[in-house]
């Protein structure tokens, strides 16, 4: 891929992690409007969505995928693909619970249930794990091997044949 058609791109996959770790980090704080903390866990979630769109339209652009080898992609991006997933049910849950839990009161301390307490610590863990292979795999996808015909792809359809 180009560079002028992919810098876009990666600024844009850079922006959605920054709105997610500044969801993660100060969302806690907007507590006080049901509202408010609503439509942040939503803008959250879908930012997390159009984070996987992104990633799966740069692989359909490859030369990869656009040869039939998708295998060779979904092996080399399987541990991102599972995490993206693992992490968006995570958050997803962590949404739900909490939303449902504080509707009512939403001044409500959250931090005697210790299933919300350790699913919040899970969610913050995987957000870790999420940062690092999205940001990875954003990188990898930068690189031009991905995009023109070269040996390593002949010798991986090769060994597909």
Known sequence: ????RYMPVLYMQYFLL???LFMNSFVELLRFE???L???????????I???IVV????????????????????????????????FALCLALHIWGTTQRWENPNMFMWDNPGYRALFIIQRT???????????????????????????????FEKRR
């Open 1 to 4: 891929m180009l560079l002028s």
């Open 34 to 36: 049901n509202v408010i």
């Open 126 to 156: 995987a957000s870790v794990f999420y940062y690092y292979f999205y940001k990875r795999t954003a990188l990898k996808l930068g690189d031009p091997r991905y995009y023109q015909d070269s040996s390593w792809i002949r010798r991986e």
């Open 56 to 87: 799966f339209l740069l692989f359909f652009n490859t030369y990869i995928f656009q040869a039939g080898l998708v295998g060779i992609l979904i092996n080399k991006f399987k541990t991102t693909i599972s995490v993206v997933f693992v992490y």
């Open 50 to 52: 159009f984070a996987v």
């Open 18 to 20: 920054l709105v997610d």
């Open 38 to 48: 609503l439509v942040l866990f939503v803008i959250q979630d879908v930012c997390i």
